[in-house]
């Protein structure tokens, strides 16, 4: 039987389908008897669209105007 | 958002030289591509320099874009190229780093740490922004070869065959740096949702 720690440490391998059928089998099984591992798993799946909304930015203005500047110059001499 | 020309009639009109449209496509694109580069950098100048020379080089590389490419996955991976590079010419001392989180067992294996719930119902208006912040906070302190992994795997959706591209890392120490980062990140979710409650 999978303990906690064998599976949580497959659970990137599982969401991607990289695990032989074997692994899977048993993770499944542990998932299918562990609610504290369905529900870190759940939180696993999540985590990166969280991050993608928290993690998108905005260029300051300042920033952005000399980009403009910066390729105003270099596109005109190519 | 999008005008009534869409971005693979810009990226034709650049191609034929037309540097309004190119400009349009900057336009476009400067936002996503700035915070990549303001990611992998962590550095508001660095992140502007990076910007500045991945459209440039997009530019000047316009004729080799594919056919079947979106220019805006193309542009950003010119920038995370430009940004490692740039990581890699910054001759720091390596800083000492916390050791990564991961999850807590007992000795027979079994999970033992407590698991908040992420979906609380006294949905406060700030908590987005507090949690915003929690998350960029958490990224920034990502050792740099799993803040990368991750950045471009779970923020920018690049595959792991293109990450092994560009960081010339191998794709099996690819995924495992990319799942020690989402350890490290929903750990950082959690502990915020836990000290919420
Ligand atoms: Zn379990």
Known sequence: MNTCKDTLELLRGYLDGDLKPDERTALEKHLGACSPCVDFLNQYKRTPSLCKKALAAKMPRELADQLDAFLKKHLANE | MRTEN????????????????????????????????????????????????????????????????AFGAWVHRIAANQALMKLRHRKVVANVEAPLPTPEFNERGSLVEEVADWNPTALEQSLDAELGKAISHAADELPEEYRQVFLLKDVEDLTYEQIAEITGDSVPAIKSRLHRARLAMRAAIDRFYLERE
């Open chain 2, 6 to 69: 869409d971005d693979s009639q810009l990226l034709e009109k650049a191609l034929a030289k037309d540097n309004a449209a190119f400009a349009e496509l900057v336009r476009r694109y400067r936002d996503p591509v700035y915070g990549l580069a303001l990611r992998m950098t962590r550095s508001e100048a660095d992140a502007a320099e990076v910007t500045q020379d991945a459209f440039l080089a997009a530019y000047r590389h316009l004729s080799e874009i594919r056919t079947d490419q």
